[in-house]
């Protein structure tokens, strides 16, 4: 099976945390969806409004059964999970999302206000472009806002570990980026 066909729906993989701890890094599937209205629920107002550029209180039934429901094509969706007190917690999310036939998509990147600063929004991106090279895509674009200075340097760190470079463009207080996934680059 080539790389273009592989089967993401029960990816898996384990990787380690700035703080030594093992974090879990897999697809999401419906039997998360308990755990992402959960993981909404504990974000804070201002990480809340990072991601969705909005004030928000919860996710709608239609939301969290589409963003439980990747196909690993024209949506690909991950989550990490770090074990805290014997069990493994849900810690973040990332996504992208493509129109049919696009070389393109867009992604996004939720880390649980607790679990800021290990270093899960940098691994989830890494796999998140591991997957999408795989399924054929030239680039990933995401819209963040100017002051989410945490999201920025997250992208500038995504240059050296998953061999992408990338773009930005200011514009009313949000920071257009493209990453480019550079077709036949390996990421580290």
Known sequence: MDAGQQDFTHYHVTEQLLDGRDVVIRAVTPAD????????????PDSVYARFMAARRA????????YTHPDFDLHAAIGAEVLEDGRLQAAGVARWMRGTGDDAAEFAVTVDDAHHGLGI?????????????????ARLTGTVLAGNHDMLVLV??????AGVSHHAHRDDGTVTVVI???AGSQYR
């Open 33 to 44: 969806r308990d755990a992402l209205r959960d993981g909404f629920a504990r974000l804070s």
């Open 59 to 66: 996710l709608s039934d239609a939301e969290l059964h589409h």
């Open 121 to 137: 929004g940098t691994l989830l991106m890494k796999h998140l472009v591991l997957i999408a090279r795989a399924r054929g895509l």
């Open 156 to 161: 500038d760190h995504l240059d050296a570990i």
């Open 180 to 182: 480019e996934l550079q």
